[in-house]
């Protein structure tokens, strides 16, 4: 979590010895431009995203942004002998995330005849060891992609100023930019309800009723969060095994056991879908660089624990591993019961604490708290707790993934934060 490949947005600026050599086209995500014997270069770059239009997903999108600027030595009548950072800006999706200015002046730089690290990395240039103590450990902002639409494009564009000093004295602006990569917002969602009962029956009105708003709710608050919702409001098992191969998100209101949950339309063989099955009409997302299912909630009887030890996958190595699915989470429940009124309420309350800016483990409390499911099989009064599994504590559902320490850091009840950037505070 604290290595630089892990961070969100970590803008990382290097200065350092080079040769300049033949130019040629920049590759995608760089931009470089040659003034003189110096070559500055600025690079903007997403985890597993290698080209324009491949895929983003969940509340945690992490982007590495990079400046360098390199002296060579040379045979200028009047080279660049210095180089410092001055302003950088970052939008995405044409908001402003970073406009930071960096004020310190040449004069103020540091000089040292053998270069060495300064606190928050090594950032020296020039034969003569120059540091620049405003090129320093940078903010890291990171994004949900449920900011935008489902299937659109977001533009993320890096501009970097950068000031140089001749060694005649004389100075310059020079700016490097504007690169932009455009990565594709994609939330999507498979759900689906049943329309039978336990035995296989037809569902009387209340039930038809009950289940309808639950579905609704559920439909509502996601689509409020940029998910396209999925046709498959009545499908069968085949139906169901084959879309959820191309969502990000699953959403069952149907019949469970410890090893099961049905389809839409029946119960028993044809009907019933393992945790296995569902594990393998998902599919391999990571050698595919396809993004991973952020979220599994199933309002079904008795789908934890054993749910959760199968679903495992969602947040597991080595999808944490790139620092994209550690805000994976399944939720469902350890107890029966039956159709009533209070699931669909149980659900709009879950998901107004998520809208609220609420961490998993607050929304689901405070909904089992406050908007509980009677237990169909327990005491008289006593309720059906919905429970999550996962990155239970941190997990989002609309707004952006923050680490405990930010968190913490929070002066929001219950850690509310409800905002769809994160950027660290800046000190120029």
């Not at 004069?107 to 690290?117: C, E, G, T």
Request: aromatic residues 12%; negative net charge.
């Amino acid at each position: 979590m604290g290595s630089k490949t892990l961070r969100y947005f970590a803008l990382v600026w290097m200065l350092s010895l080079f040769s300049i050599g033949s130019s040629q086209a920049d590759p995608w995500g760089t931009k470089t431009k040659t003034v003189g014997n110096a070559l500055f270069k600025i690079t903007l770059a997403i985890p597993r995203v290698t080209a324009d239009n491949h895929k983003i997903s969940g509340t945690r999108v992490p982007v590495t942004c990079t400046g360098t600027a390199q002296v060579a030595s040379g045979s200028d009548e009047n080279p660049v002998g210095q180089v410092r950072l001055k302003h950088v800006t970052l939008t995405i999706g044409g908001n402003l995330v970073l406009d930071d200015l960096y004020t310190v002046s040449f004069a103020d730089l540091q000089i040292s005849d053998q270069p060495a690290p300064v606190e928050g990395g090594a950032n020296e240039q020039g034969g003569s060891g120059s540091f620049f103590p405003d090129v320093r450990d940078p903010r890291d902002p990171f994004f949900a992609s449920t900011k935008f639409p489902h299937n659109t494009v977001v533009p993320i564009v890096l501009t970097v100023t950068f000031r140089a000093k001749r060694q005649g004295g004389q100075e310059e602006d020079v700016v490097v930019g504007p690169l932009t990569i455009s990565p594709k917002a994609y939330n999507r969602v498979t759900m689906w309800r049943t329309y039978v009962t336990v035995a296989g029956g037809s569902l009387n009105a209340d039930q038809e009723a009950w289940t309808a708003a639950s579905y609704d709710q559920a439909k509502g608050w996601h689509e409020d969060a940029n998910y396209a919702v999925s046709a498959t409001t009545s499908a069968t098992k085949s139906q169901l095994l084959t879309d959820f191969s191309l969502s990000t998100g699953l959403f069952g209101i149907t019949h469970g056991s410890a090893t099961d949950v049905t389809d839409s339309t029946g119960v028993g063989a044809g009907h019933s879908m393992t945790w296995s099955e569902i594990e393998t009409g998902i599919g391999d997302r990571y050698s595919v660089l396809f993004p991973p299912v952020s979220h599994a909630f199933m309002y079904a009887c008795q789908t934890i624990p054993n749910m959760a030890a199968a679903f495992f996958w969602l947040w597991r190595e080595p999808l944490a591993s790139t620092g994209d699915a550690i805000d994976s989470a399944s939720y469902g429940f350890n107890k029966s019961y039956g159709f009533c009124i209070e699931e669909h309420l149980h659900i709009d309350y879950l998901f107004n604490k998520y809208d609220q800016g609420h961490v998993a483990y607050w929304a689901v409390k405070l909904a089992n708290d406050n908007a509980g499911i009677p237990e169909l099989l327990g005491p008289r009064g006593s309720k059906a707790p919905l429970i999550v599994e996962g990155d239970s504590s941190l997990a989002t559902f609309k707004h952006v993934y923050l680490s405990l320490a930010v968190r913490e850091a929070l002066t929001a009840p219950y850690y509310e934060y409800a905002n769809w950037k994160w950027v660290a505070p800046y000190t120029p």
